[in-house]
């Protein structure tokens, strides 16, 4: 975990360092909160939803992003499992006009795994994303067009309990997360690498099941233009839901 730890500061502060040296770098301060809803139905399949909401000039001001997402899951095996979903987005791009926003509709595919040592748990995905962007005209008018990317994304969670209690009520734990991003697509020319995130913060849990997620994101991001980039301190908040509809027998055995 402390090698993580040191490769995930690594990366973040690297890419600080070279995108201060850019000129063209907006800053924001943001609010980040979800939902998120993993519900399994049978040994094999489950569905997945999350709604997300993300507040951009200094936190609660107006929105950058709007996404719901709504989707299907098929468990491989007890610490595997594939997931497929549809994702509606509403991007804010221009700050002179909070009310206008570019729909994008974006399917993807992911797989997801676990391995646990004795006092911590690792999670990753690696997702694939089918990106269709409306076009618009000088951030303020949408047009009847479509940019097409797709976008890959690697993530991985670390869990460690800080209370005796583990997963139960009123347990405890430090949770970091570092995902990093690669575009690629016809209109790809500047931006192959997206951006990076790197996450710390903490897990509270109400029950077995359900649990908040609460802490800090970094975001570094290279838009589309040659010289342009986003940076992004976040407060990110959120909530996960996971219900297990089997019978309690089957349910143990996972």
């Given at each position: 975990?402390?090698?993580f ?8 502060l ?56 709504l989707?299907?899951i ?8 594939l ?6 987005i509403q ?71 800080l209370?005796?209690?583990k ?28 951006q ?38 976040a ?9 297990d ?10």
């Amino acid at each position: 975990m402390r090698q993580f730890i040191l490769l995930a500061i690594f990366t973040t502060l690297f890419c600080k360092t070279v995108f201060a040296q850019k000129n063209n770098v907006v800053h924001y301060n943001q609010l980040w909160y979800a939902y998120n809803n993993n519900t399994r139905l049978s040994d094999r399949w489950g569905i997945w939803m999350d709604i997300q909401n993300k507040d951009k000039s200094e936190y609660l001001h107006n929105f950058d992003v709007k996404e719901n997402t709504l989707g299907g899951i098929y468990y491989l095996k007890n610490k595997m499992k594939l997931t497929g979903a549809f994702t509606y987005i509403q991007s804010y791009p221009n700050d002179l006009l909070p009310d206008f926003y570019a729909p994008e509709y974006r399917p993807w595919q992911m797989i997801q795994w676990k391995n646990n040592t004795k006092n911590t748990s690792f999670a990753h995905w690696i997702r694939l994303e089918e990106r269709f962007k409306t076009r618009t005209i000088n951030s303020s008018q949408l047009t009847n067009n479509f940019d097409f990317t797709y976008r890959l994304r690697y993530n991985v969670f670390i869990e460690r309990p800080l209370t005796i209690k583990k997963r139960e009520k009123g347990a405890f734990s430090l949770s970091i997360a570092e995902e990093i991003y690669l575009n690629y697509g016809k209109t790809i020319v500047y931006n192959s690498f997206d951006q990076n995130r790197l996450f710390g913060g903490f897990l509270y849990y109400f029950n077995t099941h359900d649990f908040l997620q609460f802490g800090y994101t970094n975001v570094i991001q290279h838009l589309a233009g040659k010289d342009k980039y986003k940076a992004i301190d976040a407060i990110k908040l959120t909530f996960f839901n996971n219900l297990d509809f089997r019978k309690k027998s089957s349910a143990h055995k996972s």
